[in-house]
């Protein structure tokens, strides 16, 4: 019998895809597979392309109860009009060995980002969280909006980013009818003013808060971002902070704070819990003290996982 051929989706065809997934159960599933032992999560490999144009970063993971395997490939290729940032997902079979799946990696980076924060955010944060404030308003913090929105009985919303007032009409125009309206502010020190969880969601390589920002039992997300040890928070704050990451075992290998803050009176003995353990109930619970501080860097099994879930979204449609 001829294997079929798998199905390519562009950015198009992903987008409405996953409008049909609910991307925070699928990451709940995931991690709860994960806190088992039940998935192989090897490392991020960066590859350097030859004579400066560019390189290419490997994020690949194994679910075993789901059949499936896969690999994202994301390069970073230097042409002369510049650089260009492209990813490519590929779900395999393990009955077959054979491709299920290729696609756009854009959307489905977005949205399987978004849905682990939002899966820690609903582990971590106190459960009458009432205030947010999110630090950035690209696509990918708008996403962390929408998935993090049904979580707790927000009363305030607050939206701050680098030159906000240039991207106001647009932004406004983007938040539609979402209840509570979010405020958008100028500042970064209002925007986190009260607020019970902070997301960040930019792509500085610098800090955008002080410990001036982060108060007891507030809790911080933040993700990754392509210039070199990131970092959003000063490495000097994890050690003044319950600090929780998305895979213990590979994140505090490359999360920019967390490498910085290594040998300086932290190590990545400190780490209370990943998700993995905080989904199967495995983790110290945070000290009500201190502030927590939740690290994404971004999975393998979580790219294989949401490419899993389009891929059952068209087989049910056909």
Known sequence: MTQPSPAWLDATAVLDRMRRVDAVAAMREL??????GRVTQPPQALTLLPD?????ITYSGVLPEDGVFGVKVSPYVVTPSGGKVTATTMLMSF????PLLF??????????TAATTALAVDLLAQSDAANLAIIGSGPIALAHLRHVLPLRPWRRIRIHSRNISTKQEALEASLGELRPVPEIVNDCSLAVTDADVVLLCTSSGTPVLSMEHI?????VTSISTNVARAHEISPGALTQMNVYCDDRSTTPLIAGEMVLASGNGWSRDDIRGDLGELACGKAQAPSPDRASFFRS???GIEDVKMAL?????GSHAS
């Not at 991690?31 to 088992?36: I, L, M, T």
């Not at 879930?309 to 979204?313: M, Y």
Request: with cysteine.
């Open 103 to 112: 696609c756009d990696s854009l959307a489905l980076t977005t949205e399987r």
């Open 95 to 98: 009955e077959t060995g054979q």
């Open 297 to 299: 860097m971004g999975l």
């Open 215 to 219: 108060k007891p039992g507030m809790l």
């Open 31 to 36: 991690f709860e597979a994960h806190g088992r």
């Open 52 to 56: 400066s144009r560019g390189d290419f």
């Open 309 to 313: 879930e389009i891929h059952r979204v």
